[in-house]
Structures are given as C-alpha cells and as structure tokens.
C-alpha cells in the first residue's frame, strides 16, 4: 500500500505540532497539512487527497463532530482518528455512530499513537484486499486489525488518573512549574510530581529547564511541549 497522507486538525499549537511530528515517525504515513480550525480543515479536504484525519474534537469555530458530519455528507472516504481530551460518553458516541475508527484520549505518548496508527494501517490494508464480498472470518480480521497489539503500560506505581491530573496542570499553566509547584497545586508529594514529570519529559510531552532564583543550586522546571 503507498504512503497515507494524513490532515492533522488541532488547535493547539505546542499540540499540533507534536501531533505533525509523531506522524512523521511512523513509516508509511505523512502530513499533508495541519490546521486549527473545522473551517481549514474541510476545506483541505476539499482540494486534495487525505485518508486519515486526526481530529480535535474542540475547535473553536465549531465542534469536531461538525467535521465528521460533513465527511459523511460529502461522501468523502477519508477515515478519522480522534485525538482529543473531549470525554463525554454522548461525544464518544456520536463519533462512533459516525464512523470514527479509533479514539484516543490526550495526553498520550508517541507510542500510543503510533500503535494507533499502525493498527489502522492493518486495517486498511486488509479492506483494500480481496474481494468484494467478505467472509465472516475476513470481517472479523479486519475489525481485529484497528485493536493495537498492546496497550502501552505505564511504569509501576504511576496511574492514568494522575497521569492525566499532572498533565492538565502542566499543560495549563502557560510557565513552567517545579515539582514543588507541581505537589501543591494537585496536591500530591513532591517526590511523586517529580516522577510523573520527569515521565512526561521521558515521553517527549514536557520538557525540563532550569530556574534560577538566586545564588544556589537551580531548581528543574517543567514546561508542556
């Protein structure tokens, strides 16, 4: 199958551009734009090919659900991949009933997406081969192709839920924070805001700086992006 071209729909900038290079490092797909908003993205594609959208669900002209619904209006074959913090079970439901093949929740990390993107690979491959009229064993491979192989497993004693907590400070504090900062606003120890974050910066989502307040030793910031 040839390279698929991918038209990434984030309005988040630090995000958008995490999301353009994450593609990049899967083999077999390339972006062939990213925009921030629903009115860009349809009309890219409107005027060239795409087959996979990674889409935002909260834009701000318009909801990504409106996306979806004009895709299926137009009839255009390009499959989407939801990449959003939106967790509302309703959202999750129209994006199923409206043909979204995988939905990942933010944050996440390279390999969680590129999993993700694989396994639509697979899936791809496998609608795009054989006959016209599938048997029930072909159907089943090719729904068991979109579930990745492996969930990608935190370290031990971290958890999703806080994973998430620490994320959201992070990602909405506009400065960098220290893990001093960090136990305060959540509030867990600064022992544990220090390994979540320096998980984060493990995974490529924040990165490390050094504050100096004075004569002393620096202390490390963390920043989102």
């Known amino acids: ?65 409106e996306i979806l619904r004009a ?34 929740l933010k944050p996440f990390t390279f390999a969680t997406l590129r999993d993700r993107l694989e396994a639509y690979r697979a899936y791809a491959e496998h609608a795009s081969a054989g006959s016209a009229v599938a048997s029930q064993s072909e ?25 998430d907590r620490v994320s959201a400070v992070l990602r909405d504090s506009g400065d960098g924070l220290s893990a001093r900062d960090l136990a305060g606003r959540l509030p867990v120890s600064r022992v544990t805001a220090r390994r979540y974050a320096e998980y984060l910066c493990e995974t490529g989502l924040a990165t490390r700086r050094s504050r100096y307040a004075g004569a002393g030793r620096p202390e490390v910031e963390y920043h989102w992006g």
Not at 9 to 31: K, L, Q, S
Not at 90 to 103: C, E, K, N, P
């Open 71 to 104: 895709l299926r209006s137009a009839r255009h074959r390009a499959d989407v991949i939801a990449v959003t913090s939106a967790r509302e079970l309703d959202v999750v439901r129209s994006a199923v009933s409206l043909g979204v093949v995988q939905y990942v």
């Open 1 to 65: 199958m040839s390279e698929m071209q991918v038209l990434v729909v984030e309005d988040e900038p630090i995000a958008a551009e995490a999301h353009t290079a994450y593609v990049g490092r899967v083999d077999g797909f390339r972006v062939v734009a990213t925009v921030g908003t629903c009115k860009e993205a349809i009309q890219v594609l409107q005027e060239r090919p795409v087959d996979v959208v990674l889409l935002d669900m909260n834009l701000p002209d318009r909801h990504g659900l």
């Open 139 to 163: 159907v089943d491979e090719m729904f068991g192709a979109l579930r990745p192989a492996k969930a990608v497993q935190l370290p031990k004693g971290l958890s999703e839920q806080l994973l």
